[in-house]
């Protein structure tokens, strides 16, 4: 009989059922966090901290990386006919389309937070430069201060 101990350190898996278009979602969603982590780790480079970042990336990455394996080799065992893996392909896409959606207004938002705290270290306003506009209707000095 096997020790409660021993059944412990054993696979427990967890199963599920997806329908086509669910499992695209999923890995979309799978894809986006294994994008942002990507990301982090390239922006990784220019923080003083960039250690706790990598350790990050190098522990969460590859589980995704085999969460998404897993989910690809289970399409395929199931896979019957062509025109229902389009249900796949089309909700991977939705949610890629709104990842790449998520990245522009992102970096855009990094990108005002670097000039307005670029000006401020300058002791520079907006109206100084023609009166600066950031999208939504801020300028950089409305921003709070990060440093």
């Not at 894809?31 to 982590?37: N, T």
């Not at 991977?92 to 389309?97: D, I, L, Q």
Request: no cysteine.
């Amino acid at each position: 009989m096997t020790s409660p101990e021993g059944r412990r350190d054993r696979a427990q898996p967890v199963r599920l059922e997806l329908r086509r278009r669910d499992a695209g979602t999923l890995l979309g969603a799978l894809a986006w966090v294994l994008g942002s982590l990507e990301i982090m780790r390239d922006r990784a480079a220019a923080l003083d901290d960039a250690d706790e970042v990598l350790r990050a990336f190098q522990t969460v990455a590859p589980r995704i990386e085999r969460l998404i394996e897993e989910l690809g080799t289970a399409r395929e065992r199931t896979m019957t006919r062509p025109d229902f893996e389009q249900q796949v392909e089309d909700a991977y896409t939705e949610v890629r389309h709104a990842f790449e959606q998520w990245i522009q207004i992102t970096a855009l938002d990094t990108l005002t937070t670097a000039v307005a705290q670029r000006l401020e270290a300058e002791g520079l306003s907006p109206d100084e430069l023609g009166g600066l506009e950031i999208p939504g209707g801020e300028s950089p000095a409305d921003r709070p201060s990060t440093g």
